[in-house]
């Protein structure tokens, strides 16, 4: 069965790499080594996961990270069943125990004290020890723990402490150069590769107004976005004012410049 947003089943979920951080990801992978993902919103880490479980042949467990997210609600908790109380492992133990790939995304959301629950997954000991039940779970192999975060966000008291940043191996991502990114676009929208080039260069334009003030530049998720309409028949410039530009600011000036540089593009 094909998908038409990840090709063929049996070449896995689509993601064209951008340096060496498919090769980096296998070695820790084999080395038992936890993998720090950094980069900018929509430039393709959660492809990226998803791709290497494929590739690894590993099942994948994402945890969305937030600032409610407790220890248990990671690690497991009890149960109360038919006047029973059963236990019921958390997603972290769960992956643990099949050799999975646990996947904690925006682990920066995530308190403190939930995050040190990962502390003895990433060293030399790889367990998990369940306070809650005495138990201590060895990690089956195949067992890799993935976090990704986007590092521009301004958060000052939330950050990663070092004890739990030099745990893992860091992996920058970042939005590809301007002729993988349009590969993707095309791939992804269904937009004729022209299009895709030209919502790639204008995506380009639109990021050097950063140094204007613009907070949030376009992601390659937006520019697939506008793809997509315009394969559905939308016109180009509609569809980048409404999927790029409309998503990226508030502010009048901003937003009246970068309708400007859609003009320029597709008069
Ligand atoms: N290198 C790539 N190869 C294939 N597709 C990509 C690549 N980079 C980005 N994409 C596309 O961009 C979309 C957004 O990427 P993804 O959801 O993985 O971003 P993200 O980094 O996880 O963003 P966020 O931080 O917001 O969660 C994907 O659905 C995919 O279509
Ligand atoms: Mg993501």
Not at 211 to 221: F, H, K, N, Q, Y
Not at 239 to 251: E, I, K, M, T
Request: glycine share 8%.
């Amino acid at each position: 069965m094909v998908d038409a947003r990840t090709g063929p089943a049996e070449a896995g979920p689509y993601y064209l790499p951008t340096g060496n951080e498919v090769e980096v990801v296998e070695q820790c992978h084999a080395g038992g080594l936890a993998v720090m993902l950094k980069g900018p919103t929509g430039c393709g880490k959660t492809r990226f996961v998803e791709h290497m479980a494929w590739r690894l042949g590993r099942p994948l467990i994402t945890v969305s990270c937030h600032d409610d997210l407790t220890a248990s609600d990671l690690v497991g908790r009890f149960l109360i069943r038919h006047d029973e109380t059963v236990w019921q492992d958390g997603p972290l133990t769960r992956a643990v125990r099949e050799g999975a790939i646990c996947y904690l995304d925006e682990v920066v959301e995530a308190r403190q004290d939930t995050i040190v629950v990962l502390h003895p997954l990433t060293d030399y000991r790889r367990i998990l020890p369940i306070d809650r039940t005495g138990e201590t779970v060895e990690a089956a192999p195949g067992f890799q723990l993935v976090i990704s975060y986007n590092p521009g966000y301004q958060r000052m008291l939330k950050d990663l402490k070092p004890s739990t940043r030099q745990r893992f191996v860091a992996i920058e991502l970042d939005f590809p150069e301007p002729a993988a990114e349009a590969a993707i676009v095309a791939r992804e929208s269904g937009v004729e590769q022209g299009t895709a080039v030209a919502l790639v260069e204008l995506g380009g334009r639109l990021r050097s107004l950063r140094d204007r003030g613009l907070a949030e530049v376009p992601s390659t998720r937006l520019l697939i976005a506008a793809g997509r309409l315009v394969a559905s028949g939308i016109g180009v410039r509609d569809a980048c004012n409404a999927a790029v530009v409309s998503p990226l600011s508030d502010d009048a000036t901003l937003l009246g410049a970068m309708r400007e540089l859609v003009d320029a593009m597709f008069p």
